[in-house]
């Protein structure tokens, strides 16, 4: 019977989905990014570790453990690109047919060659659709005309950034951009842009990609973003409405509501939508 592995990098998600996975009937493997912090917890006797930068071995993996299905999950520092030097025939061969190395090109160039092997990488929403949360504020304070206008802003400018390919983060208030993230990730984003800001109720704003892809790289947030938030003085966060995961939502929830932190999922400018509080 054919297999799906979860190429699995830090943090729950891929947790998420190999609990998923299992209930519906599944036997699926981890291939362990060795360049991460994964842990994997219960499951080590599925866990095989892999180095992202060795796809020729990744390949003989799948064929030798029959697995036809791949999920990409899990955070995985681009940093890595810039210092390993563990990279096979297979990956040196892929980064020479890229035009740059920007996060979708590197997807797609080796999706492209995980078709040639006949393996499907499945959609990061397949095991994860409790995840994602329609339009709607969350938390339990209304917001102002001002922070709409800043949402509807930052979002806006989030989007062509994605759109970009750089990145997925903004920071904003009073329509100006404190912030754009870059290969430095989402929490150090918030933390410059939060002492910019003076810990005067930034905005923290997250979107797909126009035509986003959602095999790769699908935007994601959790308690720590929280965290980082709160720690910078920033005071409301704004995702794409079914298209950003949120790890935990109802513990994301109520911590954002424990620290004073508005949470919005979007998808237009009618801040009508925004007026009453929305439960899961």
């Excluded at 890595?80 to 096979?88: G, N, V």
């Excluded at 100006?176 to 704003?205: F, N, Y």
């Excluded at 997250?206 to 095999?215: A, E, F, L, V, Y």
């Amino acid at each position: 019977m054919a297999r799906l592995a979860i190429i699995a990098g830090a943090g729950d998600l891929p947790h998420i989905a190999m609990r998923e996975a299992l209930t519906q009937g599944e036997d699926p493997l981890f291939f362990s990014i060795t360049e991460s912090d994964f842990y994997p917890g219960d499951f080590s006797s599925r866990t095989i570790p892999v180095y992202i930068t060795q796809i020729g071995k990744i390949f003989k993996l799948c064929k030798k453990n029959n697995v036809d299905r791949i999920l990409l999950l899990g955070k995985v520092k681009k940093e890595i690109i810039l210092k390993t030097y563990r990279f096979d025939l297979k990956t040196i061969t892929l980064l020479a047919k890229m035009l740059n190395q920007n996060d979708y090109t590197f997807f797609e160039t080796a999706a492209k060659e995980f078709d040639k092997e006949k393996i499907t990488i499945l959609s990061q929403k397949t095991f994860l659709k409790t995840l994602l949360l329609p339009e709607g504020r969350y938390t339990k304070s209304k917001l102002s005309k001002d922070k709409l206008g800043d949402i509807e802003f930052g979002m806006n400018i989030a989007h062509q950034l994605a759109t970009l390919d750089v990145g997925q983060t903004v920071v904003v208030t009073q329509k100006m951009v404190l912030a754009l993230e870059a290969i430095e990730g989402t929490d150090e984003t918030i933390k410059r842009g939060g002492l910019l800001s003076r810990k005067k109720g930034a905005v923290v704003c997250k979107s797909t990609k126009r035509g986003q892809d959602d095999r790769f790289d699908l935007p994601t947030i959790g308690i720590e973003t929280l965290q980082h938030m709160h720690a910078s003085g920033c005071d409301t966060i704004a995702i794409r409405a079914n298209e950003t995961i949120v790890v935990n939502p109802k513990q994301f929830i109520e911590e954002a509501n424990k620290l004073k932190i508005n949470f919005i999922s979007y998808s237009g400018t009618e801040s009508n939508k925004y007026n009453a509080e929305k439960k899961i």
